[in-house]
């Protein structure tokens, strides 16, 4: 069945059981040193109880340091066990010189509890021990008894201080698994972050964006509607009052196209079928087939291509802008100049209408600030978002114009609407 243990803990675990293995050959290798040298000892007349008690007493203070050592890592608690384990060894082998087997432990238990410098120094008193053990028993040695153990104690220290590094090396994989686990972890919460970030950011500008096109489009038909109704309740003329209605029906089937297209983020009706001027043209004929304003357009007729983004920008400028001139202007004439200046494309919208005070919204309508008409202001912040911009020069009785203004580089490509199928 595989394993349903996360990858990054295998490698930790495996490495938990070599060390755990290695531990396990130390102390067999112990007992089995100290079975040979209780087994040679007895075997060279030793009194049996002496033997066990020396056997038994070694046996269960190097049981109580595995113990210990599995529940805490102090190394100077440590220390003192293994001194305290070799004079044990030390009154075995005054027993018997057969004890000199566990030598070979000692050794081993010296590279793994002690410093390198103390290490050294113990492993040097236990090989003397070693060394002179024959001597003081038999009064002879030979070169076997001299090269075996000097032979056996470097290779022991040698491996334990190799199994020293093992284990460094394991704690730092361990550390750096961990520390790799933690920052991936960092990162998958950065990411979520970002995205939730990300998608916040996009609804802003979702609203945004619906926000002006309801106001340029569905708010201005409604306003307009709200023109007309008022108009045909006051007249008596049935002819006004039927035209009225037919103008107001025309409203509300424009305003439910936009609303829709508006839902689908697609764009506006007006430039479906037709370039930017087309659409001007026909704004300006419903402006004054309904108000009675004097409407014109001068268009140039080598406009490069603008792009959609340009286009809905300059539509929606020119319908808040008509809009304002319906609804507040008073005016009796209104001119409208679409314009090629080079390398960019403007749009101005000249009123001579009752006008404003232009200098107070400038200050109060600028970027970043909460004053100013909201239709202005909506106007000069889709203009920015395409690198462009927005002029207005008004005074109190002296008319309003507008000058819209967008880089011909930011224009992306038309897109297509319809096709051959």
Same mark, same amino acid.
Request: proline share 3%.
């Given at each position: 069945?595989?394993?349903t243990?996360? !990858?990054?803990?295998?490698?930790?675990?495996?490495?938990?059981?070599?060390?755990?293995?290695?531990? *396990?050959?130390? $102390?067999?290798?112990?007992?089995?040193?100290?079975? /040979?040298?209780?087994?040679?000892?007895?075997?060279?007349?030793?009194?049996?109880?002496?033997?066990? $008690?020396?056997?038994?007493?070694?046996?269960?203070?190097?049981?109580?340091?595995?113990?210990?050592?599995?529940? =805490?890592a102090?190394?100077?608690?440590?220390?003192?066990?293994?001194?305290?384990?070799?004079?044990?060894?030390?009154?075995?082998v005054?027993?018997?010189?057969?004890?000199?087997?566990?030598?070979?432990?000692?050794?081993?238990?010296?590279?793994?509890?002690?410093?390198?410098?103390?290490?050294?120094?113990?492993?040097?008193?236990?090989? +003397?021990?070693?060394? $002179?053990?024959?001597?003081?028993?038999?009064?002879?040695?030979?070169?076997?008894?001299? /090269?075996?153990?000097?032979?056996?104690?470097?290779?022991?220290?040698? /491996?334990?201080?190799?199994?020293?590094?093992?284990?460094?090396?394991?704690?730092?994989?361990?550390?750096?698994? $961990?520390s790799?686990?933690? =920052?991936?972890?960092?990162?998958?919460?950065?990411?979520?972050?970002?995205?939730?970030?990300?998608?916040?950011?996009?609804?802003?500008?979702?609203?945004?964006?619906?926000?002006?096109?309801?106001?340029? =489009?569905?708010?201005?038909?409604?306003?307009?509607?709200?023109?007309?109704?008022?108009s045909?309740l006051?007249?008596?003329?049935?002819?006004?009052?039927t035209?009225?209605?037919?103008?107001?029906? +025309?409203?509300?089937?424009?305003? %439910?196209?936009?609303?829709?297209?508006i839902?689908?983020?697609?764009?506006?009706?007006? %430039?479906?079928?037709?370039?930017?001027?087309?659409?001007?043209?026909?704004?300006?004929?419903?402006?004054?087939e309904?108000?009675?304003?004097?409407?014109? %357009?001068?268009?140039?007729?080598?406009?490069? !291509?603008?792009?959609?983004?340009?286009?809905?920008?300059?539509?929606?400028?020119?319908?808040?802008?008509?809009?304002?001139?319906? !609804?507040?202007?008073?005016?009796?004439?209104?001119?409208?100049?679409?314009?090629? +200046?080079?390398d960019?494309?403007?749009?101005? *919208?000249?009123?001579?209408?009752?006008?404003f005070?232009?200098?107070?919204?400038?200050?109060?309508?600028?970027?970043?600030s =909460?004053?100013?008409?909201?239709?202005?202001?909506?106007?000069r912040?889709?203009?920015?978002?395409?690198?462009?911009?927005?002029?207005?020069?008004?005074?109190?009785?002296?008319?309003?114009? %507008?000058?819209?203004?967008?880089?011909?580089?930011?224009?992306?490509?038309?897109r297509?609407?319809?096709?051959?199928?």
């Open positions: 069945m595989p394993s243990e996360p !990858s990054h803990r295998q490698p930790a675990r495996r490495w938990a059981s070599l060390v755990g293995s290695i531990r *396990i050959g130390q $102390a067999v290798i112990t007992v089995v040193l100290l079975v /040979i040298g209780a087994l040679r000892a007895a075997a060279d007349g030793i009194p049996l109880p002496w033997v066990l $008690a020396l056997s038994l007493v070694f046996l269960g203070w190097y049981s109580g340091g595995l113990l210990l050592s599995g529940r =805490t102090d190394r100077r608690l440590a220390t003192w066990w293994l001194l305290g384990l070799t004079l044990i060894w030390l009154g075995a005054a027993v018997s010189p057969e004890f000199v087997w566990l030598a070979f432990p000692l050794w081993l238990l010296a590279g793994f509890v002690m410093r390198m410098r103390w290490a050294l120094l113990l492993s040097a008193a236990v090989l +003397a021990v070693v060394l $002179a053990a024959p001597l003081l028993h038999t009064g002879t040695t030979s070169y076997a008894n001299v /090269i075996g153990p000097v032979v056996g104690g470097v290779f022991a220290v040698g /491996i334990s201080r190799g199994y020293l590094e093992l284990v460094r090396d394991g704690r730092e994989r361990r550390r750096l698994i $961990a790799l686990v933690a =920052t991936q972890e960092e990162m998958a919460a950065l990411q979520d972050e970002l995205a939730r970030t990300q998608r916040e950011s996009g609804a802003s500008a979702e609203r945004t964006r619906v926000s002006r096109d309801i106001h340029d =489009t569905v708010a201005q038909s409604v306003s307009s509607i709200g023109m007309l109704a008022r045909a006051e007249t008596d003329d049935q002819a006004q009052s035209r009225a209605l037919t103008q107001i029906g +025309a409203l509300a089937a424009e305003g %439910l196209a936009d609303a829709r297209r839902v689908d983020a697609l764009m506006p009706a007006e %430039l479906e079928s037709s370039a930017l001027g087309d659409a001007l043209a026909r704004m300006l004929e419903r402006l004054a309904e108000t009675g304003i004097t409407a014109t %357009l001068h268009a140039d007729d080598d406009l490069p !291509s603008l792009g959609l983004d340009v286009e809905v920008a300059l539509l929606r400028t020119a319908q808040s802008a008509l809009a304002n001139v319906r !609804s507040h202007a008073a005016a009796t004439r209104v001119v409208v100049t679409l314009a090629d +200046a080079g960019a494309v403007r749009l101005d *919208i000249v009123d001579d209408g009752v006008g005070d232009a200098t107070r919204w400038d200050a109060q309508g600028g970027p970043g =909460t004053g100013g008409g909201y239709g202005l202001r909506s106007m912040a889709r203009l920015r978002e395409l690198g462009g911009g927005l002029d207005v020069e008004s005074a109190q009785g002296d008319g309003t114009a %507008l000058s819209a203004h967008v880089p011909l580089r930011g224009a992306a490509p038309r297509q609407v319809g096709g051959d199928g």
